[in-house]
């Protein structure tokens, strides 16, 4: 059909061109006619050439000026031969000239045509499109371009027919379409149709069709031209998204996971109906709340501050254990997973967040840490007792050397001070259960490790097994550490009873080393470094792995909370704590503790402390429950000049406040039967405002005192306390109202 297009289109140019050249031949004979009597016809030819060139331009002017001469001789017979001759010549030149101009257009339009076939198709092949003319008439079918390939047919099959045509549609498409495409003759509608045809191999390909029915001048169709286009990817995709849009509405509406979309301004925009169920909201409700409406007030802090960096594009998405607020007023706990959808250009839509109540399982996991607990007070008691019954040994031990040296008229001074040093390592066993308890402070002072590993020594080395042999290497003068000293003498022991342990039963060595770590920057004043080995058996991999666990232990006989602790410890100093070990070749615990800029405290070291008489005048009331320590501390503040007065319960301590005038001083254990103490402190700010209290406990001074807000209150002292330390903090509470803190 294109063919016979251009074919018509090249006779209607060549006949405008020429038609004019004929006009102008016309022109030439009729003027010659008259002038017939003259022997000069070369003006004529001339005027030809002239009328044709102007006419239509070279090629058509040199034709018509050929013309012209041949016409002329006709005209002119006579003319001479010279003239003949030339004119001749002219004539058969012109008409070369004329014939290769004529030969060239046809040529050039040829060229075209092949040119312009030539880009339709390419048009067709990169398009992947199928040209179609169909003769209603005939039922013959003219097909160009990719049509073939579109059917998964090759380019030597037999001609396509309607019938077959149809027989290429997917049969589930084929009725369909055929009603489509006798409504579209029969009411000369365009054609646009989408169908899937079936390749010879029983591959399925989706086409799209589009056509023009054209009809004659009465208006019954004859042919039907248009194209087709393979869309089977388009359709693929298209398969894709509907199958995960319809993946995510279900997981949305049916699935177990609270869902929701949740605005830049943390509304929610739409909520699934597990979502409600979970915080007991409707879904109107939810989608006029913002999340910050249901969230814990001791979570929003950190969600908000994940909602701003993942809508801002700092993160890409998050995970959040959190607390949602129930419409009932419960708490349940969820695990919070939060991303972000993203227009085509990055921009921030909306969020996505996901809900999974984790309240059964967050109170499984603390009933699991309970039972933890309690099936291994076995161990931690068998732990607690074998310090204790050490400790205990020691010092019945002491005492009866104390009691022979005293026989024989010798001073028991040395016996008598490992009895309190080892007195002081079973407080320390204590506070070591409150600090796993949470209930140990962390009062902090300077220290000199080296010294304070010193002064332990002697009590390192009667927990020493009897296979292990001390060695250590404490550099002295070593920069000030902050530090709670109970804490730390802890750490100590607990990594020197470990190493001890891991000797077994061969004789071995425990080395204790300190050493200072210069700073790596200016503003920093560096690291005290504590370093416990051992020559034992070591560790595997996996021993090494769960070794600060609580409550993990490699001996049959577990040492309580062992290294789980010293970690605590650790941490709570702001230090850091490492383990190189292998099996065979022991095992070295590396502590790392930041230093301080702070001068090192001197602790009192003074045996005897006087109270000054002139600065004393009345009583102190010792407030105590514990009669053995009433009795001693009573007997040691007599024997240093002071009037003790006895109370052992909180009731007998108001009656003698409201009764006894000359009351100076309070001493006050926290916990008393009877009256409480806080009931002792607020009868002493009713009737007796200006005086003083000390208190004491076997609990920190954080724990002893929290929420109590007392003016009379001048001081602290820790059980277990020396007399010492209780004379002193005595002699300096009635110098100042300072509040002072010992231990």
């Not at 010279?82 to 000239?97: E, Q, R």
């Not at 049916?254 to 909520?271: H, M």
């Not at 930041?594 to 005897?608: F, G, N, V, W, Y």
Request: hydrophobic fraction near 40%.
């Amino acid at each position: 059909m294109s063919t016979l297009r251009a074919s018509r289109s090249t006779f209607k140019n060549l006949l405008a061109r020429y038609g004019l050249v004929g006009l102008s031949v016309a022109v030439a004979v009729a003027i010659s006619v008259p002038l017939r009597g003259y022997a000069y016809p070369r003006p004529l030819t001339l005027l030809a050439l002239v009328l044709s060139i102007w006419g239509r331009g070279l090629g058509p002017g040199l034709f018509g000026a050929g013309l012209a001469t041949a016409m002329i001789r006709i005209v002119f017979p006579d003319l001479e031969p010279t003239f003949g001759i030339i004119s001749d010549a002219a004539m058969f030149g012109i008409a070369a000239v004329t014939f290769s101009a004529f030969s060239g257009a046809k040529v050039r339009a040829e060229a075209a045509l092949r040119e312009s076939e030539g880009r339709l198709k390419l048009v067709q092949s990169a398009a992947h499109l199928g040209v179609w003319d169909r003769d209603l008439a005939s039922d013959k079918m003219v097909t160009f371009g990719e049509y073939e390939s579109l059917y998964g047919l090759g380019p030597d099959q037999r001609p396509m027919t309607y019938e077959r045509w149809l027989g290429l549609i997917h049969p589930d498409d084929r009725e369909q379409i055929r009603n489509r495409l006798r409504e579209c003759l029969e009411q000369k509608r365009t054609w646009d149709q989408e169908f899937r045809v079936v390749w010879p191999d029983g591959s399925v390909h989706w086409l799209l069709s589009k056509g023009t029915v054209y009809s004659d001048d009465g208006g019954w169709p004859l042919r039907i031209i248009g194209v087709s286009l393979d869309i089977t990817a388009r359709k693929d995709a298209e398969a894709a998204l509907r199958e995960s849009e319809e993946r995510f509405r279900r997981v949305f509406e049916e699935g177990p996971l609270g869902v929701a979309l949740v605005g830049r301004n943390y509304r929610f925009l739409k909520v699934n109906g597990a979502l409600c169920q979970m915080v007991g909201y409707a879904e109107a409700e939810l989608t006029g709340m913002t999340f910050e409406d249901i969230t814990h007030p001791h979570d929003l802090t950190k969600d908000r501050e994940l909602a701003a960096n993942l809508f801002e594009g700092a993160i890409s998405s998050y995970k959040l254990e959190k607390r949602y607020i129930r419409k009932n007023g419960e708490i349940i706990w969820i695990n919070l997973t939060a991303s972000v959808i993203r227009n085509s250009d990055g921009t921030p839509l909306y969020g996505l967040a996901m809900m999974e109540d984790i309240t059964a399982a967050k109170h499984a996991q603390e009933e699991a840490m309970v039972r933890q607990k309690l099936e291994s007070i076995g161990v931690l008691a068998s732990g607690i007792a074998h310090d204790f019954n050490n400790l205990l040994g020691s010092v019945f031990a002491q005492a009866e050397l104390a009691e022979a040296e005293m026989a024989e008229g010798a001073s028991p001074s040395g016996e008598l001070e490992r009895i309190k040093k080892l007195a002081v390592r079973a407080a320390e066993i204590v506070r070591e259960l409150m600090l796993f308890a949470g209930q140990e402070g962390t009062d902090l002072e300077s220290l000199d490790l080296s010294r304070l590993i010193e002064e332990m020594l002697a009590l390192i080395d009667v927990s020493l097994s009897k296979h292990a042999i001390l060695k250590t290497h404490l550099t002295p003068n070593l920069p000030a550490m902050l530090g709670n000293a109970p804490q730390i003498r802890q750490m100590v022991m607990n990594l020197v009873t470990n190493a001890s342990e891991a000797i077994g039963e061969k004789t071995g060595f425990v080395t204790v080393t300190t050493s200072c770590i210069a700073a790596g920057a200016e503003s920093s004043p560096g690291f005290i470094r504590l370093e416990v080995s051992d020559t034992g058996r070591g560790m595997t991999e996996g021993q090494k792995a769960r070794i600060f666990d609580p409550f993990f232990t490699t001996k049959s006989a577990g040492r309580g909370l062992g290294l789980s602790v010293v970690r605590g410890i650790v941490q709570s100093h702001a230090g850091s704590i490492s383990v190189t070990t292998a099996p065979g070749h022991g095992t070295t615990f590396c502590v790392l503790l930041p230093c301080t800029d702070e001068p090192i405290q001197q602790r009192h070291s003074k045996l005897h402390a006087e109270l000054p008489r002139e600065e004393w005048s009345g009583s102190v009331l010792l407030v105590e429950d514990e009669e053995a320590l009433r009795i001693a501390a009573c007997k040691m503040l007599s024997s240093k000049g002071l009037s003790v007065i006895q109370a052992g319960d909180g009731s007998t301590a108001i009656d003698l406040i409201r009764t006894q005038e000359d009351l100076r001083l309070i001493l006050l254990d926290m916990t008393i039967p009877g009256a409480s103490s806080r009931e002792v402190i607020a009868e002493v700010q009713r009737v007796r405002p200006a005086l003083k209290i000390l208190l004491t406990s076997a609990y920190s001074q954080f724990e002893s005192t929290r929420d109590l807000n007392a003016p009379q209150v001048s001081g602290f002292i820790r059980k277990p306390y020396s007399i010492i330390d209780l004379t002193q903090l005595i002699s300096d509470t009635l110098r100042s109202t300072t509040l002072r803190t010992n231990g």
